[in-house]
């Protein structure tokens, strides 16, 4: 079972707001909104759902849609809720603390779509992975869209790789090998990134099609960019036709297999059955 009080006690002293304003962060933000927008209709209703700081909530709200925004850390959701007063935005209807297995708090068919952007990277036990994918059909109304971002395991492996050989308190050998064989992190100390799954994809695709979902994109999120972003936003500045090239590539190449499994983050993008 997953230990969410180690999970929770990581973000509640994490600054997730301000990740999104590092180039890694902003590079995930700049690809991945427009796959959001392109898949939802005007003023949808959205359930942000691992939304943390409210990145995503208050850029879709800006937009017109309605947003409600849940989260495991009521840190995040204090920092979510002081930004929301700061910029005036009036399109969040609610903000609660959840855990994602049980979304009793929303009432059936409530939204058109849910960002799932955060708990399938935690959610150790395969019981708790089918109650939140469950969870979320129940709330989306019919033809409502998911979007559930996930760490490929290959590429979550290669992290905990890198745990080992430069914070070793974090992880050992058996460690590695429960990465590799099962997709199972469990930190070995109470501090740091914790408690993690890394699906393969055709696991992820599995585990939304056996709970109602039919599969309507899977892609990378950065894709090969995934190290480059400093450079990516360097050149920016200067050069904003090779920078639009390059982003254009990262695009047209995201849903490459490979490029999916060992670049980072993922989406699946899914619609209830």
Not at 16 to 44: M, N, V, Y
Not at 45 to 67: F, N, S
Request: proline content about 3%; overall charge negative; charged content about 25%.
């Amino acid at each position: 079972m997953t230990n969410f009080e180690k999970v929770q006690s990581h973000y509640d002293t994490s600054n997730e707001w301000e990740r999104f304003d590092t180039p890694a962060g902003k590079l995930e933000f700049e690809l991945t909104l427009p796959i959001i927008t392109s898949h939802i209709s005007q003023k949808a209703e959205i359930l942000d759902l691992g939304g943390g700081p409210g990145r995503y909530t208050i850029k879709l709200a800006k937009l017109g849609h309605i947003l409600h925004l849940a989260d495991l850390s009521q840190g995040l959701l204090d920092v979510a809720k002081q930004k929301i007063d700061e910029l005036g935005i009036e399109n969040v209807k609610s903000v609660n603390r959840v855990n994602a297995v049980d979304l009793s708090v929303y009432d059936d068919s409530s939204f058109d779509a849910v960002l799932l952007f955060g708990p399938l990277y935690h959610l150790t036990d395969e019981t708790e992975r089918h109650s939140c994918v469950k969870e979320v059909r129940r709330v989306l109304k019919e033809n409502g869209v998911v979007f559930a971002a996930f760490i490929p395991r290959i590429s979550g492996a290669i992290g905990v790789v890198d745990r080992m050989f430069n914070n070793p308190v974090k992880a050992n050998a058996e460690t590695l090998k429960r990465v590799f064989e099962q997709g199972i992190y469990n930190n070995l100390v109470d501090w740091g990134w914790q408690e993690a799954y890394f699906p393969t994809s055709n696991e992820l695709v599995t585990l939304f099609s056996n709970n109602g979902f039919s599969k309507v994109l899977l892609r990378s999120v950065r894709g090969w960019g995934d190290t480059m972003a400093e450079k990516i936003y360097k050149l920016k500045d200067e050069n904003l036709e090779r920078y639009k090239t390059v982003m254009d590539l990262i695009n047209k190449t995201a849903d490459d297999s490979s490029i999916i499994e060992m670049c980072s983050h993922a989406i699946y993008v899914g619609r209830k059955q």
